[in-house]
C-alpha cells in the first residue's frame, strides 16, 4: 500500500504519513463507497479493523445490498475522518481525513472470517474478548466478512492557526 498525495489539490493541507497511519489504525469507522448493483453510487458508514499492512475487515449480514454491490464492482474507496472543529466565527473547519482505494474482497475461508471477526472484537471490545469470541463462535452462520486490499491511500488536513 502506497502513500500517495499526487493527486491532493491543496498542497498546503498534506497530511504526515504517520498521522495517516495512526487514524487507519485507531478510529473506530469509516465510510465505504461503492457502486451498488444497479450501478448507482452507494456510501455506507462502518466499524472495521485494520490487518496492520495493506487490508481492512468489515463485518456485515451474509447477504445484502453491500455484497450484492462489491460482487459486480469490487473496487472501491473507504473514507476515515479524524478530529473535526468547527470554527464558525471563521467560517471554516479544521479536520483529517485519510482516503483508501483498493478492491473488496467478498468470499473469504472461515478462517479468514473467524480470524477477521477475533480481531475487530479485539479492537472494538477490549475489555470483553472471552465474551466476544464466544458471541463470535455462536453468531458465526449470520455474519460475513468483506476484506479490502488497498493500494494506495493519501491524507489532508487543515489547522487553523491563531494570529500573533
Known sequence: MTYNNDNVRRRDRLMDEDRAMELLKNSEYGVLSMIDENGLPYGIPLNYVWDGNSSIYIHCAPEGH???GLEKYPNV???IVGNVNLLP???TTEYESVLLKGVAHINLTPEERMAALLTLVDKLSSDFKELGAKYSQKSFHRV???RIDFTEFSGKCKQVHAAD
Do not use: G, R
Open 77 to 79: 474507496s473507504f473514507c
Open 144 to 146: 460475513n466478512i468483506i
Open 89 to 91: 466565527d471563521k467560517f
Open 66 to 68: 453491500k455484497l450484492n
